[in-house]
DNA sequence: GAACTTCATAACGATCTGTTATACTGACAG
DNA sequence: CTGTCAGTATAACAGATCGTTATGAAGTTC
């Protein structure tokens, strides 16, 4: 016995109802189409599905029973209408990021908080990586948006970038160093306390060495390197280490009172944080949604950084 | 965005084999069908459900999602296929029986849970009533079944009878009564004890007072009336109180070896214990199946008692 | 018992389904 | 690189089914 689950959804509406008028308007279907149906069902079942005579309809065991099946299908159909209704706003879906380690700790991941709160239904699958993997992962499909900080000679051919973050640097350390009371430090001075170095790969470290150098270190005295954002500030809260960081990075931290910035000037890379996507990528509104919160909450980033400096100046 | 369930059921088919052709075969459907739904389904929705040139097919995610719900319809239908198969052997439904409250009590709940032992989805609701309320109660399709006495002569018009035990009441005390003592009691002893009345409506009631008449009693002493089997039951065994019973119900009491007939001979009502159902019933599978099981069940009952007589005669 | 509501049936056009036949595409082997 | 192969998409068609309107039948209510 094999049913068409149209039918059991219309038994399902009739015993709902309690008449096959109703049952009918339920669905928006025509009278007709639906006592036609139940006489059929009838015919195939072999037994009664309703009282006869009886009003309001009275559904026999057999009938109940199946229309509890039908109901689950048109609860389900009915999810289903709303889960594509849903989709093609962006408010259901996933999406699937991926990013340089310490940009997404310290600020992604609160944002995709931020962004849960009014698209609950998304979820959101995050993953690390450099620019080279990341390129790769778009290409294969794998993340549906990268955000990474990229040089301004970097090609992506079949990418899309959307830069969001100016490249800016800074050298950070724990809140209580000693180079913070020096009321200008040289950065000859800097090469006297130990280094950490963020993990290989980063671009960061290129910055690094780079810096170094420039301050005339003959040798890079690295301490530590290798470890996350989490790693790095819980090592800095503990010695008088510096590290190079990106200044967004260190700022998103200023509440927790624990690192913060020296107050020297290193040079800016050439390089910004850009939101990467696949040109081609298949279109996704939820992806959509969420890659234009991730440049919002940037902009506001940008302009709290920028109201934070006039407020230090003026503060000055 | 409204669905026909069908065709999520296909998608879900596919997204579960991994393959339009695996899909097709799962439902009996050929490879094209299954096709072109999933086509029309993408044109519908707007959005690719499936990663296009991948094997085996990868859905993505709102395909898998939507996928989900087909596979949530799929299974309701094949359920409610299934339930029709266990309906129309009598495997599954409700069979609503009324009786007599010392017959259900003493051998039909019994009955009912043997046979659930073999159709655990049949539900059996029961209820309680003399010949008159049962009657009116099946004609008013109350209840599926009754079982209770009739008189030879009601008529009962528009109802099938089945007899499944024929009439014998015996008197029942406790096994500890000094009657049990004497050799061959003499009816009018039985006068000296107290007596039991069954519950007013009860056949039995009347039995009892043309015996105590018969006897030779000039007014009958009732000392308890009204309870039902269990409270009847508890009764004798805390005096040495009498009552008619049918032999059926002391029978099945036997194993508690609390209650037990006396051997004394009283007149057959002319009566017997029987099946009643509609003659235009609507047809029921598992009502059919537990009648069958009741007659059985009684003929087995009718054997035990034949050959524990006998067993009892050879003992003497 | 009359008015009213609800359900069943009939007839019909449009749509959709499932079929076979066939062309196309990606995967794999040599 | 190319031929084969399995799987998928497309085309065309016959038949079933759906949903509709119109209308008759049955039941409920006052």
Redesign the interface.
Known sequence: ??????H??QLAAVVKTGGVTEGAALLGLAQPAVSRTLSMLEKR????LF?RGRRPLQP???GL??AE??L??LA??R???D???S??VGK???VRIGGTPFFMDALIAGLCAEFQASHPDVRIDQSYGYFPDLRAALKA?QIDLAICPIDILDEGSGLEFQQILPGRNVVACRVTHPLLLKRRPQPSHLLDYPWIAPPPGSPLLADLRALLLSFGATEIKIRYSGGSLMSVINYLKAADALTIMPHSVVFAQRKEKTITALPITIPHPERALAILTRVDA???PAVDQFAEFVRSGFQNLRHLIKRHEESVIWGL
């Not at 016995?1 to 149209?6: C, L, Q, V």
């Not at 079942?45 to 009664?48: D, I």
């Open positions: 016995m094999k049913f068409d689950e149209r059991l959804i079942v072999g037994e009664p009282v026999t065991p057999l029973s199946l099946h039908g689950v299908m389900a159909s999810k289903a209408s889960l594509v209704e989709f093609r259901s879906g996933v499909d298949p279109h996704s």
